[in-house]
């Protein structure tokens, strides 16, 4: 399942003010699926129908430095689009990592250059 | 039991002075209060907040309706400084009532200038009420709450 996933996508603007506050939008297209099936409807009983499938962890790196950290549940959607801000203290790279709940690691990165 | 012959005049009077010190030391002891350290706080008055509560509640944007509870978007803001040391630590997304409740907790640190997150979460069918606290590092947890309606469940 792993291999047939494509990288994560990073948006984010091209000419950046230094200190100015930039939105980052990244969309990973992962399934995800809490796995649980409803046994009764009345009384809303669930139970683990077939296993799960989720991203575990988002990790952003600005310049190496770790400086957010998702952790999702089974319960994000299906490629899930995550915006977020930074600010932009230094012409830097931002590298987004993702792990799913198999360990399965895919990256994505993009450079902050400030407008001159 | 012969009351007469145990309690003596003296014995009353010895405990009756190690009661009156026992007593009031016990109950001035310092009991840590377990719960209140995972307690949050909510606005006391949604319609007029107080400025800290307007720095600490976070603003949850989340449609009234959702057509399909495998969807449903998201956003978070929080008008709160991004200092070393003064700042937003997580925000944690739940709802209480859908098989899977913790949606996911998003760590923050000062590099990210301001606390925006948008995402899309997974609700079951029906109404649900979701919850979003956001931590601070010296205010402790807030809370905020924004009810929907499923149209399709997608838990």
């Given at each position: 399942?792993?291999?047939?996933i494509k990288?994560p996508r990073?948006?984010?603007?091209?000419?950046?003010?230094?200190?100015?506050?930039?939105?980052?939008?990244v969309r990973f297209d992962h399934p995800s699926f809490?796995?649980?099936?409803?046994?009764?409807?009345?009384?809303?009983?669930?139970?683990?129908?077939?296993?799960?499938t989720f991203i575990?962890?988002?990790?952003?790196?600005?310049?190496?430095?770790?400086?957010?950290?998702?952790?999702?549940?089974?319960?994000i959607a299906d490629n899930p689009l995550f915006?977020?801000?930074?600010?932009?203290?230094?012409?830097?790279?931002?590298?987004?990592?993702f792990?799913?709940?198999?360990?399965?690691?895919?990256?994505?990165?993009?450079?902050?250059?400030?407008?001159? | 039991?012969?009351?007469?012959?145990?309690?003596?005049?003296?014995?009353?009077?010895?405990?009756?002075?190690?009661?009156?010190?026992?007593?009031?030391?016990?109950?001035?002891?310092?009991?840590?209060?377990?719960?209140?350290?995972?307690?949050?706080?909510?606005?006391?008055?949604?319609?007029?907040?107080?400025?800290?509560?307007?720095?600490?509640?976070?603003?949850?944007?989340?449609?009234?309706?959702?057509?399909d509870?495998s969807q449903?978007?998201?956003?978070?803001?929080?008008?709160?400084?991004?200092?070393?040391?003064?700042?937003?630590?997580?925000?944690?997304?739940?709802?209480?009532?859908?098989?899977?409740?913790?949606?996911?907790?998003?760590?923050?640190?000062?590099?990210?200038?301001?606390?925006?997150?948008?995402t899309q979460?997974r609700?079951?069918?029906?109404?649900?009420?979701?919850?979003?606290?956001?931590?601070?590092?010296?205010?402790?947890?807030?809370?905020?709450?924004?009810?929907?309606?499923?149209?399709?469940?997608?838990?």
């Amino acid at each position: 399942m792993a291999e047939k996933i494509k990288p994560p996508r990073m948006k984010l603007k091209r000419r950046i003010k230094q200190n100015e506050i930039f939105k980052v939008k990244v969309r990973f297209d992962h399934p995800s699926f809490t796995g649980l099936g409803m046994v009764d409807e009345n009384e809303e009983l669930f139970n683990r129908a077939i296993p799960s499938t989720f991203i575990r962890n988002m990790l952003v790196y600005y310049d190496d430095e770790l400086v957010s950290r998702f952790r999702t549940s089974s319960a994000i959607a299906d490629n899930p689009l995550f915006t977020f801000k930074l600010k932009a203290v230094k012409e830097a790279p931002v590298k987004i990592v993702f792990i799913d709940d198999q360990g399965e690691r895919w990256e994505t990165s993009k450079d902050v250059k400030f407008r001159t | 039991m012969n009351i007469d012959g145990f309690l003596t005049r003296r014995r009353f009077l010895r405990y009756a002075s190690v009661g009156g010190i026992a007593v009031p030391m016990f109950s001035t002891a310092v009991i840590p209060n377990v719960a209140y350290g995972s307690a949050f706080q909510l606005a006391a008055n949604p319609e007029s907040l107080t400025d800290l509560e307007k720095m600490h509640v976070p603003k949850v944007t989340l449609p009234p309706v959702v057509e399909d509870g495998s969807q449903a978007p998201i956003v978070v803001e929080v008008d709160h400084p991004m200092e070393p040391d003064h700042y937003i630590k997580s925000i944690q997304i739940m709802n209480f009532t859908d098989p899977v409740v913790i949606k996911g907790k998003f760590y923050f640190t000062p590099a990210n200038g301001e606390v925006y997150l948008g995402t899309q979460i997974r609700l079951a069918g029906g109404e649900s009420k979701v919850w979003v606290v956001c931590e601070c590092n010296q205010h402790g947890k807030w809370a905020a709450s924004r009810e929907t309606k499923v149209a399709a469940g997608g838990c």
